[in-house]
């Protein structure tokens, strides 16, 4: 600068950087990402498997295990509307039920219906045949449909938040991976392809 100001200005003896923050988010998705899906395993196998069990009602009973087995009565004509309970379950020795015998009676003229613990059996008296049925308590499946069911308040509390957590799941997902493979390239299809397999099913579906 030139002229009588110039005495008068200051020239700094330093200049400011700009300061560069970076904040690592990859990172700390994979992170998030990472201890959800460790938190949140054993919640997701419940709501899984016991959601296949549901899905197939038609075709099995995820619940219980029922087992139907033909056997035949001897002499059935000693089974008169007078038998006794003490008679009834005596007979029922012969079918290898004994101590899970609960009730009985006629349902209709001819047919005698003994109700057992976990099952029944059911004998024509004309020809002494009948079947007899038991039903089980299927193993793990019974107690992750209950739990399907929000069977309580807490649990629904539960699933509300492990349904938030497959949302933070879900979108840190998309980023953990860069490059070809990630979700400007590869992935990008992929996602939609995601997006279109519900949108078509309610298309052809519901609409």
Do not use: C
């Not at 099952?119 to 449909?145: A, K, W």
């Not at 629904?156 to 493979?181: Q, R, Y």
């Amino acid at each position: 600068m030139q002229g009588p100001w110039r005495a008068f200005v200051i020239v700094p003896a330093f200049h400011l950087q700009p300061m560069k923050i970076s904040f690592q988010w990859r990172k700390w998705f994979r992170v998030v990402h990472r201890d959800f899906g460790y938190l949140f395993f054993g919640i997701t196998l419940v709501y899984s498997l016991s959601g296949i069990a549901l899905n197939h009602l038609d075709d099995w009973n995820s619940n219980y295990i029922v087992t139907q087995e033909n056997i035949k009565l001897e002499n059935p004509e000693r089974v008169t509307k007078a038998i006794t309970r003490d008679e009834v379950k005596e007979m029922m020795k012969e079918f290898d039920v004994d101590g899970i015998f609960k009730n009985f009676y006629f349902p209709r003229e001819g047919t005698l219906k003994v109700f057992l613990k976990g099952g029944s059996v059911v004998i024509d008296l004309q020809t002494g045949d009948g079947i007899l049925e038991v039903v089980r308590r299927r193993p793990l499946f019974r107690e992750m449909n209950y739990l399907h069911y929000n069977p309580v308040e807490i649990w629904t509390w539960i699933s509300d938040i492990f349904a938030g957590a497959l949302i933070i799941l879900a979108v840190t997902g998309l980023f953990l991976v860069k490059g070809p493979k990630g979700i400007t390239k590869r992935g990008a299809w992929m996602t939609l392809a995601g997006i279109a397999i519900p949108a078509i099913i309610l298309w052809i579906f519901f609409y």
